[in-house]
């Protein structure tokens, strides 16, 4: 089966500037997760959706990331304006249903570089 | 507050040294405990999920083994292909929680 697509691979932007990541989970997979991983450390979860609805955004910048999954397939993650320390490699994730103790199939991630 | 810990960081061995990465975990009532394997540049894959004190699972040279407060992942004759950052996750309610992780090299 396909796996988590996501685009761009990679992105430079100057600080202040717009950016946006898609992201296109596996057929059939509900539950859509966008974690953020900066260099050295685990990934962290930023947005959690069940078809598309909010499950979790408790961890999710919301003066300046916003996040849809409007069809309740792909999804788009935005950050609007960017700061140096959203440098980072943002994956998207996907699993057949909500609970927490589903194995998570991740996408190859989209590194940003805030300069 | 951290719920996962993995130590150590950074793991460099000689081909066919064996060694062992550690996990602790503070997560009350634990609903499984995950190994993931993440390779430069892509993002992690699942390995393993550990769900009850005792339990172990194989795969290859990796070997996972849980106890009421940790978990151990066994690299046995490790290979250059090994090498990887090895990511262990707990279930805290609907999400998974990640440790640091710990970046393994094997030199041949």
């Known amino acids: 089966e396909a796996g988590v697509a996501q685009s761009p691979r990679y992105k430079i932007i100057e600080k202040r500037q717009s950016v946006a990541f898609w992201c296109n989970p596996i057929?059939?997979?509900?539950?859509l997760y966008w974690y953020q991983q900066i260099l050295g450390q685990g990934p962290k979860l930023l947005i959690q959706?069940?078809?598309?609805?909010?499950?979790?955004d408790s961890q999710l910048p919301k003066d300046r990331f916003s996040a849809e999954r409007l069809k309740g397939v792909d999804s788009t993650l935005k950050i609007q304006p960017a700061k140096l320390e959203d440098s980072a490699v943002y994956l998207c994730?996907?699993?057949?249903?909500?609970?927490?103790?589903?194995?998570?199939?991740f996408g190859a991630g989209s590194r940003l570089t805030v300069l | 507050e951290d719920q996962v810990t993995q130590s150590p960081e950074a793991l460099r061995l000689q081909e066919g040294e064996s060694s062992s990465l550690n996990c602790s975990y503070t997560?009350?009532?634990?609903?499984?405990l995950f190994w993931y394997r993440q390779d430069p540049g892509k993002g992690p894959e699942f390995l393993f999920t550990?769900?009850?004190a005792g339990e172990e699972k194989e795969k290859e040279r990796l070997k996972a083994t849980l106890t009421k407060k940790e978990s151990f992942l066994h690299i046995t004759a490790p290979k250059p292909e090994d090498s990887a950052t090895y990511l262990c996750?707990?279930?805290?309610?609907?999400?998974?929680?990640f440790g640091a992780g710990t970046t393994v090299t094997v030199r041949a």
């Open positions: 994730a996907s699993s057949l249903t909500l609970s927490g103790a589903n194995v998570l199939t």
């Open positions: 057929s059939g997979h509900a539950t």
């Open positions: 959706f069940q078809n598309n609805g909010v499950v979790d």
């Open positions: 997560v009350s009532g634990l609903r499984g």
């Open positions: 550990l769900y009850s």
């Open positions: 996750a707990v279930p805290n309610d609907y999400k998974l929680s």
